[in-house]
């Protein structure tokens, strides 16, 4: 069964810095394209970045680029989003998501990012 | 990277049918055979209903269905249920390995 756990939400300050995990099981996940979504509360789901199974390509939403960094750790079966220059609407909870045919298949529980002073 | 279009809201009777629209552009929706659907109850994270346009995933029932024409896709819910009520949303690939989402569809079952 497809398991994926996030971790690394909490409060930060405006212009701080975090760094989401992924943890993922039950599927290769070196073989895996990988993505971020977010959702603000009470609105809707938004893109925030892809990677492809050996992390050499990555790619952002506008609104994040150049802010956030994706990565992978294939041995370690973990996915990273380093945020850093936090805005307040950057606040949302942040879902990773396994591809499935430029889709989104499996879906963790989220964490919470609050950018608040 | 500009959102797709879907309505607000879509409500039903329990029994009928309910379709709800996605409009994007020939970037996104109407370039690629890559629309997928997702229903999200409260507080809980996102299924994914439909992939490439018309697929449904191993256990999400028959009565949910794609289909596409031009820029607008859409997703039909027949027989109607009360676990249906949820939020829907669409995707689409716009190339370049970029993803855009529909602002969401509230369907409340009457």
């Known amino acids: 069964e497809v398991h994926l756990v996030e971790s690394g939400g909490g409060l930060v300050q405006p212009g701080g810095s975090l760094r989401l995990s992924c943890a993922a099981s039950?599927?290769?996940?070196?073989?895996?394209?990988m993505h971020w979504v977010r959702q603000a509360p009470g609105k809707g789901l938004v893109w925030v970045s892809h990677i492809n199974s050996d992390g050499i390509s990555t790619n952002y939403a506008d609104s994040v680029k150049g802010r956030f960094t994706i990565s992978r750790d294939n041995a370690k079966n973990t996915l990273y989003l380093q945020m850093n220059s936090l805005r307040a609407e950057d606040t949302a909870v942040y879902y990773c998501?396994?591809?499935?045919?430029?889709?989104?298949?499996?879906w963790g529980q989220g964490t919470l990012v609050t950018v608040s002073s | 990277q500009s959102a797709l279009t879907q309505p607000p809201s879509a409500s039903g009777s329990p029994g009928q049918s309910v379709t709800i629209s996605c409009t994007g552009t020939?970037?996104?929706?109407?370039?690629?055979?890559?629309v997928s659907w997702y229903q999200q109850h409260p507080g809980k994270a996102p299924k994914l209903m439909i992939y490439e346009v018309t697929n449904r995933p191993s256990g999400v029932p028959d009565r949910f269905s794609g289909s596409k024409s031009g820029n607008t896709a859409s997703l039909t819910v027949s027989g109607l249920q009360a676990e249906d009520e949820a939020d829907y949303y669409c995707s689409s690939y716009a190339g370049s390995k970029i993803w855009v989402f529909g602002g969401g569809t509230k369907l409340t079952v009457l």
């Open positions: 039950g599927f290769t996940f070196s073989s895996s394209w």
């Open positions: 020939s970037s996104d929706v109407g370039g690629y055979n890559y």
């Open positions: 998501a396994r591809d499935w045919t430029y889709g989104f298949g499996y």
